[in-house]
């Protein structure tokens, strides 16, 4: 009922950027938090960022993991169904195939949670 799509992965160099995007389609009512999880082989695979949804009464918020605060920034853009990640100053330990991960609510079906299929970044001279 919803696919996850992520875009933005690639090769860069230490100190370099990229930006990932995940396009969320289906039958969507409402996307509810919604962020970036990465896995580097060997490791379990862990939250990099997340963003809640804004409600009638607070804004969006934002969460990151330590190892990419102030380097990494989360954004959605909810006319597209679509979230960022910027990342910054990367680093060879930011190596991982990053995923795509929302808590949806459908039209007329209970509140799934839904993956994508994964993003290779790969950080290396």
């Known amino acids: 009922q919803v696919q996850l799509v992520e875009s933005g992965g690639g090769l860069v160099q230490p100190g370099g950027s990229l930006r990932l995007s995940c396009a969320a389609s289906?039958?969507?009512?409402?996307?509810?938090?919604i962020g970036w999880y990465r896995q580097a082989p060997g490791k379990q695979r862990e939250l990099v960022a997340g963003?809640?949804?804004?409600?009638?009464?607070?804004?969006?918020?934002?969460k990151y993991a330590d190892s990419v605060k102030g380097r990494f920034t989360i954004s959605r853009d909810n006319a597209k169904n679509t979230v960022y990640l910027q990342m910054n100053g990367l680093k060879p330990d930011d190596t991982a195939v990053y995923y795509c991960?929302?808590?949806?609510?459908?039209?007329?079906?209970?509140?799934?949670?839904?993956w994508g299929q994964g993003t290779q970044v790969t950080v290396s001279s």
């Open positions: 991960h929302a808590i949806v609510t459908v039209w007329e079906g209970p509140i799934g949670d839904y």
């Open positions: 289906g039958s969507i009512s409402r996307i509810n938090n």
């Open positions: 963003i809640t949804s804004a409600t009638m009464t607070s804004t969006s918020s934002t």
